[in-house]
């Protein structure tokens, strides 16, 4: 398994597909932003923890299609899935790879990016730690929609509209944690919601994950 990861690490930093990709869309995002509703920093400081998240939210969409492609197409998902390793667990280190290369980096980037939008320094750190509790669940729901559509041509639309709706009460969680928490207010039950959003979908997922690749590999 740590052989896979490292694996999986090297192509993706040397593909510079999820990585690069991923941070340069949540940078752009955010940078224009304040051309689209205005430089006012009472506005920008509203709507910045929502903005942010779902710069996030669209930056791991972006490369969920290359976390089993690749694989699919030079064979080594076969090989994968008949190898004597449980493919759940396969799956949920696909899901790692992708959370280091394409979540990590916004989460290390998602302060800066909030001064830019006039964040409240205290959302800074509430920022990020909503993020780090709420992209490990984006990273294995993409990875079962990968498996879903890991057999048709260009199903990278139809695997967006198929995660979409389950990403949706990570967002909106993730975006009032940080609301609450740049205005003050008490956010420990968003939190809690948060985290077990987060750990029920790392303990459940890569089951229903190995499922339909099995499925979609006969």
């Known amino acids: 398994m740590i052989a896979l990861l490292r694996r999986d690490l090297a ?59 690749l694989d699919r197409e030079d064979g080594t998902l076969d090989l ?13 280190v696909k899901a790692l790879a992708h959370w280091i290369t394409t979540a990590l980096p916004l989460v290390v980037a998602a302060p800066l990016l909030g001064l830019l939008l006039s964040l409240p320094p205290p959302g800074h750190v509430w920022l990020v730690v909503s993020l780090l509790l709420g992209t490990p669940a984006l990273s294995v729901i993409g990875t079962f929609g990968a498996a879903l559509t890991v057999g048709i ?10 995660v979409l709706p389950l990403y949706v009460p990570t967002l909106i969680f993730g975006a009032e944690v940080a609301r609450r928490g740049a205005e003050g207010i008490p956010a420990a039950t968003p939190l809690a919601l948060l985290a077990g959003i987060s750990l029920g979908v790392v303990a459940l997922m890569p089951f229903a994950s190995a499922l339909v690749l099995r499925v979609n590999l006969r």
Do not use: N
Not at 21 to 39: E, H, N, Y
Not at 44 to 63: D, E, F, H, K, N
């Open 80 to 92: 994968l899935a008949t190898a004597p390793v449980p493919l759940e667990g396969v799956l949920a």
């Open 153 to 162: 041509r260009r199903g990278g639309l139809l695997l967006s509209l198929l």
């Open 11 to 69: 192509l993706a930093l040397r593909a510079g597909g999820g990585f690069g990709l991923g941070l340069a869309f949540f940078l752009i995002l955010t940078v224009l932003v304040p051309f689209g509703v205005g430089p006012e920093p009472q506005l920008l400081s509203r709507i910045a923890p929502g903005i942010l998240w779902l710069g996030a939210l669209l930056s791991c969409l972006l490369s969920l299609d290359r976390i089993l492609a």
